[in-house]
């Protein structure tokens, strides 16, 4: 464990599924980090705050303690306490503005609120925006970039000096888990050993080993033109049928349209295409999308990887709750 005199700020990522604490120096990098399976539903004896003194009470007990401050579904309406969502655009400034601060046996907890884009076609996100603040100052992005968060609930996410001004999720890990386990399309690969398959369009095998199944799927997405996705998903199952892909590539290639059918729309939805792309989120999954993506011509992706610690210690400073340092350096994930 870090002396407590290096610590100058607990960040939560406090999502749906797990909570992940990092202790981060005066410069911003993450000194040291756990995780438990404690998601808003699956919190443990003595609730949510019970859940921060297990997870971090040594890192804040005894004078002069580091501030607290936590992201994710921890400010949902089934979290701690709702925080109200920031109109877009907005920045770092403006999420520093609508910390939300609640007390607890270890002191405030300020959380952080999410991001809500009104009008005809309404989205929210919550935690996103934490992510992308820390991944913009890690990559020093130019003011004006496309950032993509991979995973269950996808975003599509427009930042025009330095504000986010759009975005759009899409539902791509959720309708792959829902086709391979409750759809005719999945049934080749359940007598398949989990060893050779995805497990999901979140935890995906790597780049590396998505192979022509999955470029094949993306190559599908991208001729599937006005027919979009709905024409062409059922092609899982024919290509299956007729030899043309084993049980165990059904999945490949389902991953493959998604992923290719998600960018597809998303690049039509700009209305253009590009030169560079930013991806937070896991690196296995992201260096899919970054497959993708040079697919429809993007091929200037940097993978960014876990942002949030970042993000959380940009938006303190913003904020006031520590005092200006460098630039974080590192997340602390790998390479």
Sequence with gaps: MPEHSAIALVGLDWGTTSLRAHALSPAGDVIDRRERPWGIRQLPAGGFAGAVTAIAGDWLSGPGSPPLIACGMVGSRDGWREVPYLDCPADVAALAR????????????????????????????????????????????????????????????TVEGGR???????????????LRDHSLLGVPARGVPVRDQPADAVTASCPAAAGDAFDRGLAAARA????????RLFSVRSLYLTGSLTAADTLEYLSGLLVGEEIRSGL????????????????ALCGRYARGLAAFGIGDVALLG??????????????????????????????
């Design 268 to 283: 039509a939805d700009r209305g253009d295409v590009p030169a560079t792309a930013f991806l937070v989120g896991d690196r």
């Design 98 to 157: 609508g910390l939300v601060a609640i007390d607890t046996p270890s002191g405030p907890l300020y959380l952080v609120p999410g991001l809500r884009l009104t009008g005809d076609r309404p989205d929210v996100m919550r935690g996103e925006e934490t992510q992308l603040a820390g991944g913009l100052a890690l990559a020093a992005a130019p003011a004006d970039t496309l950032c993509i968060l991979p995973g269950t609930h996808a975003k599509w996410v």
């Design 306 to 335: 876990d942002t949030a610690p970042a993000g959380l210690w940009r938006i303190a400073r913003a904020a006031g709750l520590v005092a200006c340092g460098e630039r974080p350096r590192s997340t602390g994930a790998p390479p």
């Design 164 to 178: 986010v001004t759009r975005f759009t999720t899409h539902l791509t890990g959720e309708l792959f888990a829902l």
């Design 224 to 231: 599937s033109g006005a027919a979009g996705l709905s024409g």
